[in-house]
């Protein structure tokens, strides 16, 4: 499964931003789907995930009520749309695919695929 992210950019505090990640060459549908992100210096952070049929999600404490996350999979994209962002909010945001589509898991060594990154910036 290759992943690319999108949407990525530059915004002021309490602003929104919605993330994509388009998948190709796989079997997305089945698959589970999380974001990640990594401040510089600091260890990689679960964000949000979805099961492959989109019935479950979990998301982070520090972005819940903030942040939400939905797939398409007629797309195969997953998206996350942040909202009421904060200075602390600002990392890389990888998408990544766990073949394990039944469940929604916060550990990033099991998510087998990830995208390239993209960058999340807000300024206070």
């Known amino acids: 499964v290759r992943l690319v992210e999108s949407g990525g950019g530059l915004v002021q505090a309490g602003g929104s931003l919605r993330l994509s990640c388009a998948a190709s060459?796989?079997?997305?549908?089945?698959?589970?789907m999380g974001w990640f992100r990594q401040a510089p210096g600091k260890e990689r952070e679960f964000v949000a995930a979805?099961?492959?049929?989109?019935?479950?999600?979990s998301l982070g404490d520090s972005v819940k009520g903030r942040f939400t996350i939905s797939r398409d999979n007629a797309k195969n994209t997953v998206s996350l749309q942040m909202n009421s962002l904060k200075p602390e909010d600002t990392a890389v945001y990888y998408c990544?695919?766990?073949?394990?589509?039944?469940?929604?898991?916060?550990?990033?060594?099991?998510?087998?695929?990830w995208g390239q990154g993209t960058q999340v910036t807000v300024s206070s």
């Open positions: 060459g796989g079997t997305f549908s089945t698959c589970s």
């Open positions: 990544a695919a766990d073949t394990v589509g039944w469940t929604t898991r916060r550990q990033s060594y099991v998510y087998e695929y």
């Open positions: 979805i099961t492959w049929y989109g019935l479950t999600t």
